[in-house]
């Protein structure tokens, strides 16, 4: 059923992740994304990719959208300063949302909807995935903790992804009755479909051959931006004790990425070059096959991987996950013996050893692995994100308005 409900959704630029999820949510209610800047290939490269591009997926199609006016004196999305859009304020008077969702409040155009959405009456939605466990400085952390704990309660509405952003919210005293889960997600659907075509039509096989890993190999994968809050050189190091082994003669790695780390990366890697191998930025259709190529990602990021979404895309194509214990997903998405594994942030020894004992985990139960991370992915999905968003609607418009008008 269609809701007579008019969204508007504040987002800093389009996502890949989040294309899927609006043309979804515009089938089944009238949105509006507004956008707060536009990211073109160069930024893209600034933001850690370290290559221009643009994303092979459509990320345009299927909703309306507008893109506000960005009159910062240096556009980006990348500081607080980088977005500021004055024009928020007349659109939010004249086009007559129901609620305003926002996507991260961590930009200047955030506090100017938040502020234009009070002065008018309208409800505030917020979506982030902030967690204790990032590092601040004991100064910011003070400075940030009186206006947070102010504010954060007054919007109406939090959607939180996970297990901890929902204690962070918490901890800045937004009540539980404003708190309604909107996990994080992947197209599961775009994934699971890719690997599978991957694998029938050969590509994965393909991937090997070009990379001389044999097709009995057992491959550890990373995927991501090559930044130093990744930690990609600890996977490293953790493959070079491994293959250090006779154990690790069949073990080779593989890197998927780009970014100002990468030549050191290649560098740490010459001992071993044969088995570990590097192939460079993949755009998003192609990551599945890359993905399905491998046996189990690595994930060795610290605490401000505030969530980790390569780990959804990984198991939405079958495949487990050794991570970070400071990643924001391993309460959410970690099942030890399940669904993979964690260890302690820099801990190369024990990062080395839990590769190994997930190799062999993969090797005797990957019938249950697979059943586990299906059962994982349903719960962390487009469907589940809509749920909480339809909950937190009705809960907000309800109490505003007193009556019900419908569902998304």
């Not at 959208?65 to 980006?76: E, G, I």
């Not at 993969?362 to 586990?372: D, E, F, G, L, V």
Request: hydrophobic share 40%; glycine share 6%.
């Amino acid at each position: 059923m269609r809701s007579s409900y008019r969204l508007g959704i504040l987002v800093s630029h389009p996502i890949q992740y989040d294309a899927a999820w609006f043309r979804y949510l515009a089938q089944r209610c009238d949105i509006e994304v507004l956008y707060m800047h536009r990211q073109d290939a160069g930024a893209q490269a600034k933001a850690g990719f370290g290559v221009p591009f643009q994303w092979d997926i459509p990320l345009l199609e299927g909703y309306p959208y507008r893109w506000l006016t960005n009159v910062a004196r240096h556009p980006n999305v990348r500081t607080f300063s980088g977005c500021d859009t004055p024009e928020i304020a007349h659109l939010l008077r004249t086009q007559h949302y129901d609620a305003l969702l926002i996507v991260g409040w961590n930009r200047k155009s955030a506090l100017q909807a938040i502020r234009a959405c009070w002065q008018h009456h309208i409800p505030v939605l917020m979506r982030g995935d902030s967690q204790l466990r990032t590092p601040r400085s004991w100064l910011l952390t003070a400075a940030k903790y009186a206006p947070y704990r102010w504010g954060l309660p007054r919007l109406r509405a939090h959607l939180y992804v996970g297990k901890r952003n929902h204690a962070y919210l918490q901890h800045y005293g937004v009540p539980q009755d404003r708190l309604f889960f909107a996990p994080h997600f992947v197209d599961n659907m775009f994934f699971e479909s890719k690997a599978l075509e991957a694998e029938k039509t050969g590509m994965t096989g393909g991937i090997r051959t070009r990379l001389n890993i044999p097709r009995d190999a057992f491959v550890f994968l990373f995927v991501g931006k090559m930044l130093p809050k990744k930690r990609p050189a600890d996977f490293v190091r953790a493959c070079l004790k491994i293959l250090s082994e006779p154990y690790g003669a069949n073990v080779h790695a593989l890197l998927v990425g780009d970014g100002p780390l990468r030549a050191s990366l290649e560098w740490l890697a010459r001992p071993q070059s044969r088995h570990i191998h590097f192939a460079g930025f993949r755009n998003q259709s192609e990551l599945p096959a890359f993905y399905k190529a491998s046996n189990a990602l690595i994930l060795p990021s610290d605490a401000r991987e505030t969530w980790g979404l390569v780990v959804n895309e990984a198991a939405a194509c079958g495949i487990p996950a050794l991570v970070s214990e400071a990643a924001g997903c391993v309460p959410d998405l970690i099942e030890p013996g399940r669904t993979g594994y964690t260890y302690p942030a820099g801990d190369i020894e024990a990062l080395a050893r839990l590769m190994r004992t997930l190799e062999a985990m993969c090797q005797y139960t990957s019938t249950t692995i697979r059943r586990a991370l299906a059962k994982k992915m349903a719960c962390y999905s487009i469907q589940k994100a809509t749920d909480g968003l339809e909950h937190a609607l009705e809960t907000v418009i309800e109490a505003s308005s007193g009556f019900s008008r419908g569902k998304i």
